[in-house]
């Protein structure tokens, strides 16, 4: 929790469980995404079986579910199976808007994974 506050990067949060097939079909997309994003973007995988009391802070009822945080904010997220293309342009998205993300203002963003 530090982390998220303290990280001047872009962070990505991936809420996993190991019994969950979707994550477990999602983990190369997400390692492809952050292949090329690069440095800039900090992506984070957090168990929700063992971070219970995280997991119910952020509201996570199902998973994969992927929160996106700026500057220590959570500022988006998206539930179930993303693609790397889906996910990188949706970084590539709030990335720009990340300086002007102040404390408490959140980015709308519709995934609807089409187009």
């Not at 990067?9 to 996993?16: A, D, G, L, T």
């Not at 973007?41 to 995988?45: I, S």
């Given at each position: 929790?530090?982390?998220l506050r303290?990280?001047k990067?872009?962070?990505?949060?991936?809420?996993?469980s190991?019994?969950?097939?979707?994550c477990k079909?999602?983990?190369?997309?997400?390692?492809?995404?952050?292949?090329e994003?690069?440095p800039d973007?900090?992506?984070?995988?957090i168990?929700?079986?063992?971070?219970?009391?995280l997991a119910?802070?952020?509201q996570?009822?199902?998973?994969?579910?992927f929160?996106?945080?700026?500057?220590?904010?959570?500022?988006g997220?998206?539930?179930?199976?993303?693609?790397?293309?889906?996910?990188?342009?949706?970084?590539?998205?709030?990335?720009?808007h990340?300086a002007?993300?102040?404390?408490?203002?959140?980015?709308s963003?519709?995934m609807?994974?089409y187009?």
């Open positions: 929790l530090d982390l303290k990280e990067r872009f962070i990505v949060v991936e809420f996993w190991p019994g969950c097939s979707v079909e999602v983990e190369p997309e997400v390692l492809k995404a952050q292949k994003l690069g973007t900090l992506f984070m995988r168990n929700t079986d063992h971070n219970t009391q119910s802070r952020y996570i009822t199902g998973t994969p579910t929160v996106y945080f700026c500057k220590g904010d959570k500022i997220g998206a539930v179930g199976y993303i693609n790397a293309t889906v996910l990188r342009n949706t970084v590539k998205d709030l990335i720009r990340s002007s993300c102040p404390p408490g203002k959140r980015v963003y519709e609807d994974g187009g």
